[in-house]
């Protein structure tokens, strides 16, 4: 079998087969895109349907497309002219309506078209792959499985891989090699059940609240405050979820469990309550129809009241038991919290959660093999901060046990066998490896790990830290090469990183082939400790705050020019300092998913860590004249005043945060080894490093021509008088400050220049009140 993949189809163009096919241009893979023939088109107009789903892609938000310029990598046509078209395809996905019938027509229709060597599957949230296979001629049901894209495909990790009874296990490892590395999937294998994993647990859980809600007579918002971050899951709850998937496309997803798995005992949960079939007939639907649980009125978000059927505005949930949970990071000690408080929440919160805890129990061994197989799905479909039995084991595995069963809830008999053998969880340690419980008597499996994927934890577990301190750690990466971790609260910039950051280049150039600047946390940096700045600026000390500009840029002029080679590998936000440590790289191998971006403006500022100085740097050794600043001052200044963030890695490089050299991971987790192999490489290549050069500067007219725009952006109110205040300093900073012309300065001239407008935007109050708004609200404050 042909082991590439270099061109896909897509059959349905609707909302998933049209960003399918954007996902596979993400990944330079080039697709056609098939759809129906629209009644009574003429000859130009028969692909038409299929043309303007690919068109909307561009405008669709969240993007489906790194970039629109990706746009160029599908092609269109109609599934009655261009079937023999398929024969190109290395694998062709079906992606039309949830219905048995006409999916296995579809499939019918295509399979005459493939190539020898082409996959054939189809993208299902839940029907029989079996019941499709029959369709299929023998020699190509080998060739045939279920692939389930999670919606939307470019952000959504998930990727269920479901086979048929006749499915080659070369076919599978073929599809889920390309997934994981080529597309950046989280590949789990499921069974041909109903739902299959993710869609089974989650929609049990959603319908089981649902229930509680019509059968206790429970707010909406009170369910949301309770069922969302407080028991290990996104903010989106339950209702705003519903919201966000459809509660038709809920409703369906339910009806199938219900109608295809007759001996589920919880069979009945399934069946939705009154009031949610009457909204669907209605046509209040979610986001998409306008609206749903919560409608938005202007700026206003109203919410549904389940009594009067009209839509009111919230009324803020008192529950003594969640303000405990502040400042707890940790998912299990925080579902542990709240579950042992003393009140309605605390009720509640197991009323929702036990049911889900009981159903995954009986479900192993019918969905999936192992228990860590069904957690790992939950986690990557639903973003739970735990799948269930990672979280049973988190709030005690005995405990819970104990209190599932006085509740009378149902678990299966290897759960009581566990517990009877005095086991202290679904997961153990076996000879250093991480076992997962199956549903057979006494029987582990090791939990699947990704040979690619760099676990910190796992780092520290197997003592792999070389030196640490409580916001960041140098850690043995392997092959020589040295990890620099942030691990402070949202990996924030604060003294002990910057000690760390110097360290690792003291350390590296003595023991070391090279650095690699990476974490596991959420997000790789959000920035400096606003919280240090703000508490610094009110005391009007000004000393402190210049000794920390000092030490930052003194920190990252250090990792710049380190003797060996260093290498960033961002995943998430990098913001302002964040993108600063990025920019000061060598090399960035990004995960694909980087929003990179100097965000100083929000807070009232201007990156002084070097920020201002290696982008406009950057831009200026890219442009054709390098004699001639003036783009790089107008496109960098632009970036920085409109505190510009990449949409994604490739938009980063658009930006100037990445440079033509560096690179992305499509998968986010093979970043770090990736990095690694970068740094080696680089080592191997005799690699010296950069040397500091004079910079082209406009002086004093620089400074003047962004002025006479803010001027104009003031006068239409587009700015305000601070924000004005902030883009004078900038351009100063860009233009090489108080200087009577075009002429060169060196490096350290804009870095002083940073630190003296940084320092005086410290002292305006304007500024403390952005700095304190987003310290209170997360957001900026335009004043």
């Known amino acids: 079998m042909k082991r590439r993949i270099e061109r896909i189809a897509v059959l349905g163009s609707g909302v998933m087969g049209s960003a399918i096919a954007a996902h596979f241009a993400n990944a330079g893979v080039s697709s056609l895109v098939l759809d129906i023939v629209p009644e009574a088109a003429d000859e130009a107009d028969r692909s038409r349907i299929a043309r303007d789903s690919v068109r909307a892609l561009a405008k669709m938000k969240p993007a489906p497309l790194f970039s629109p310029s990706r746009i160029g990598l599908i092609e269109v046509g109609n599934l009655q002219d261009d079937l023999p078209r398929l024969k190109e395809a290395d694998w062709v996905i079906e992606a039309v309506k949830e219905d048995l019938q006409i ?18 599957s189809s993208n299902t949230s839940g029907l029989s792959l079996n019941e499709m296979a029959a369709v299929l001629p023998d020699d190509l049901r080998r060739r045939f499985l279920g692939t389930h894209f999670f919606n939307p495909p470019r952000y959504m990790k998930l990727f269920e891989i479901i086979p048929t009874r006749d499915t080659s296990g070369e076919t599978v490892e073929r599809i889920s090699r ?26 049990h859980s959603v319908m089981t609240t649902l229930g509680l809600v019509q059968q206790l007579g429970l707010k909406i918002e009170d369910v949301d405050a309770i069922s969302g971050p407080p028991l290990g899951r996104p903010k989106s709850a339950t209702f705003k979820l519903a919201d966000l998937v459809g ?6 997803v339910a009806r199938t469990v219900h109608d295809g798995a007759p001996n589920d005992e919880s069979r009945q949960t399934f069946v939705a309550p009154d009031f949610f079939v009457k909204m669907v007939e209605s046509g209040l639907l979610g986001r998409k129809s306008g609206a749903g649980f919560y409608k938005k009125v202007g700026k206003e978000i109203l919410v549904l009241d389940l009594e009067s059927s009209d839509y009111r505005k919230p009324i803020r949930p008192d529950f003594p038991e969640l303000k405990a949970l502040k400042g707890i990071d940790d998912p299990g000690k925080r579902v542990r919290t709240l579950l042992d408080g003393q009140g309605r929440a605390a009720d509640l919160a197991w009323k929702f959660l036990a049911p889900t805890l009981s159903y995954a129990a009986m479900r192993l061994g019918e969905i999936a093999d192992d228990a860590s197989t ?47 053998r005095g086991a202290d969880g679904f997961y153990a340690e076996q000879d250093g490896i991480r076992h997962s419980s199956t549903s057979r008597s006494g029987v582990t499996v090791p939990v699947a790990r990704d040979p690619l994927a760099v676990s910190f934890p796992e780092l520290h577990r197997a003592e792999k830290e070389v030196r640490g301190n409580a916001s960041a750690s140098l850690v043995d990466l392997g092959d020589g090469v040295l990890g620099l971790e942030f691990h402070s609260k949202m ?42 700045l703000a508490g610094a600026a009110q005391r009007q000390d000004w000393k402190a705050i210049d000794g920390m500009v000092v030490a930052f840029q003194s920190a990252l002029n250090h990792l710049e020019r380190c003797a060996v080679p260093v290498v960033v590998a961002p995943h998430g936000m990098a913001l302002g300092g964040g993108a600063e440590v990025v920019l000061a790289g060598n090399r960035v191998r990004a995960a ?11 807070a009232g500022l201007l990156p002084a860590g070097g920020g201002c100085l290696r982008l406009y740097r950057r831009h200026v050794r890219a442009q054709v004249d390098p004699t001639d600043p003036y783009p790089a001052l107008k496109q960098v200044f632009e970036t920085i005043g409109m505190a510009k963030v990449s949409s994604s890695a490739e938009e980063a490089r658009e930006l100037g945060f990445l440079g033509s050299a560096d690179s992305w991971s499509m998968n986010g987790d093979h970043r770090v080894s990736a990095a690694r192999a970068t740094v080696s490489a680089l080592a191997r290549s005799g690699y010296a490093p950069s040397v500091a050069a004079p910079l082209p500067v406009m002086g ?14 003031l006068e239409g109110r587009f700015i305000s008088e601070h924000d004005r205040k902030i883009g004078h300093e900038i351009a100063r900073v860009l233009s090489g400050g108080d200087l009577a012309g075009p002429t060169t300065v060196s490096e ?35 004043n």
């Open 103 to 120: 999916k296995r027509a579809v499939l019918r229709s295509a399979a005459p078209h493939l190539g020898p060597e082409a996959v054939l």
């Open 178 to 203: 390309f997934a994981g590395e080529r597309l950046g999937k989280g590949v789990v294998p499921a069974k041909d059940t109903p739902n299959f994993i993710a869609n089974r647990i989650g929609v």
């Open 247 to 252: 509660l038709d496309t809920l409703l369906f």
């Open 374 to 420: 069904i957690d790992r799905a939950m986690e990557l479909g639903f973003n739970w901060d735990l799948g269930p039995f990672a979280l049973w084991d988190a709030l005690g595995f005995r405990q819970t046990t104990e209190r599932l069963r006085a509740d009378g809830l149902a678990l299966p008999g290897w759960v009581d066998e566990l517990y009877d």
């Open 491 to 532: 990996n924030a910039i604060d003294a002990e990183i910057m000690e760390m950051i110097e360290l690792a280049v003291e350390e590296a150039e003595r023991n070391w082939e090279g650095i690699v600047v990476a974490n596991d946390g959420v997000n790789f940096c959000a920035g400096a400790n606003l919280m240090l």
């Open 592 to 602: 694909a998913e980087s929003y990179i971006g100097l965000v100083e403006v929000g």
């Open 700 to 713: 004093r007219g620089g400074t003047a021509l962004i002025d006479s725009a803010l001027h104009n952006m």
């Open 748 to 782: 350290q001239h804009i870095l002083d220049l940073e630190r003296e407008s940084f320092l005086r935007l410290c002292g305006e109050p304007k500024t403390h009140a952005r700095i304190e708004a987003l310290l209170k609200t997360g957001k900026p404050l335009r």
